[in-house]
Every structure is written in C-alpha cells, then in structure tokens.
C-alpha cells in the first residue's frame, strides 16, 4: 500500500496570508489527524476528521481549520499567518481513530516570514 | 489536566553505550505507543504496549509498561548511530476522553 501523502513538502508564505495543506490518506483509512510540530513543543493535536466529520479537537484558534472529503483526502488551512505558526505539518492516517496507531506522512514544511 | 512528562529530553552517548527514555503519566494509561522521528523525517511507529506490567522486545529495544500502567520506559541497548533521532510515547488515557496525549520526545545523538 502507498504511503500517506502530503503536499506541498514546503511552503513560504508571510504574514496575513492564508494556506492550505493537504493530505492523503493510506488506502482504506478512515480516520485523519493533523499535528503541528515546533521545536521544544513536540507534537501538538490539531483535530482529527473520520468520515467527513470532525471528530477531535485540539486547542487552537479558529484561524486554524479543516475538512475531509469523501475519498477520504483531507485539507487543513490556516488563515491569517502569524510568525508564529511556522511549523512542520503532520498528517497521520489510521484506520479507525486517532488513538490508534498513527502512520504519519511526510509533513509540509511552512515558513511565514 | 492529562499530561505525558518524558525524560531526559536530550541525551548524547557514545556509541555502544545504553540509552533509556522513560514516560511518566499523571494518570492511568489504557495504553503507551512508542515512535522514532529521525532527523529530517516523520515520526514512525515502533509498537504498543497494553498490558500492566508488559515487556516487549525489538532486536536491541525493550519497551516496558509498568504494573501501575502510570509510566513507560524505552531501552536501547548498545546504541548505533542508526539509533539517532527523536523518541516520543503516545500514551491513551483511560476513561470516556479517549485522547491520544504525546511526550515531548528524547532526542538521542549517538557519537561514533
């Protein structure tokens, strides 16, 4: 089976702006989570989406957001750049849940300058 | 609230030497997961461990869970500069909120 995809691996963007991201499950994975990875924070939970449907939430602002369509394929997007949200994005796909076992992808690079 | 305190959060050894990584947990854990994130890449998962009291071992890894289900240990034995990276547990709180809480990860240097 192929892995989980992500794209674009790196973005440059600046502040104010908004970006999309997005993420491709593995076959016949159900359950998508977002992390936003910092140095020194570790892997901080976005939200995660099953079906559609957002199941989970972390604990960030609304400026941060995200759907999931039919096939699966899930889209995150983050409004209004803050410095601040330079990060690598992880998606992490699993067949049922976020608190299954993650298989992660590549990650997307962003930088806001 | 629900927290996953992960120690040491750097460690630099010389190759050869043990490693240990060690998850404490302010509650009660249905269960630990472990992952690797090497340099530059994504994190990867290592194995779970469910059971009170649980030892697993993958060629020079020991993973333990302890008998209170609270804490978690990762063990590398004669470290190899393959080893490098960053290790996180993932521990799954028991009760209704069912949420994944991460370590902050051990990140591990290996000098040859």
């Known amino acids: 089976k192929a892995g989980v995809t992500q794209t674009p691996r790196y973005l440059i963007k600046t502040r104010g702006q908004q970006v999309t991201l997005s993420c491709s499950p593995i076959?016949?994975?159900?359950?998508v989570s977002w992390y936003q990875q910092t140095p020194g924070q570790g892997l901080q939970f976005l939200f995660e989406?099953?079906?559609?449907?957002?199941?989970n939430k972390g604990n960030f602002p609304g400026r941060f957001s995200g759907r999931q369509f039919s096939n699966s394929r899930s889209e995150m997007n983050v409004s209004t750049l803050e410095l601040g949200d330079s990060a690598l994005y992880l998606c992490a796909s699993t067949p049922q849940g976020s608190t299954d076992t993650q298989y992660f992808g590549p990650g997307t690079r962003l930088t806001v300058l | 609230g629900q927290q996953v305190m992960q120690i040491p959060q750097y460690q630099h050894v010389q190759e050869g030497e043990d490693f240990t990584t060690y998850c404490n947990s302010s509650t009660t854990l249905s269960n630990i997961q472990w992952y690797k994130q090497r340099p530059g890449g994504h994190p990867v998962f290592l194995i779970q461990l469910v059971k009170s009291g649980e030892v697993k071992k993958q060629k020079r890894l020991t993973f333990q869970f302890g008998e209170a289900k609270k804490n978690s240990s990762l063990h590398i034995t004669a470290t190899q500069t393959t080893d490098v990276g960053t290790y996180f547990c993932?521990?799954?709180?028991?009760?209704?909120?069912?949420?994944?809480?991460w370590g902050l990860g051990t990140s591990l240097a290996v000098n040859p």
């Open positions: 076959s016949g994975h159900r359950s």
């Open positions: 993932a521990g799954l709180h028991a009760g209704n909120n069912r949420k994944l809480i």
């Open positions: 989406y099953f079906s559609e449907t957002q199941r």
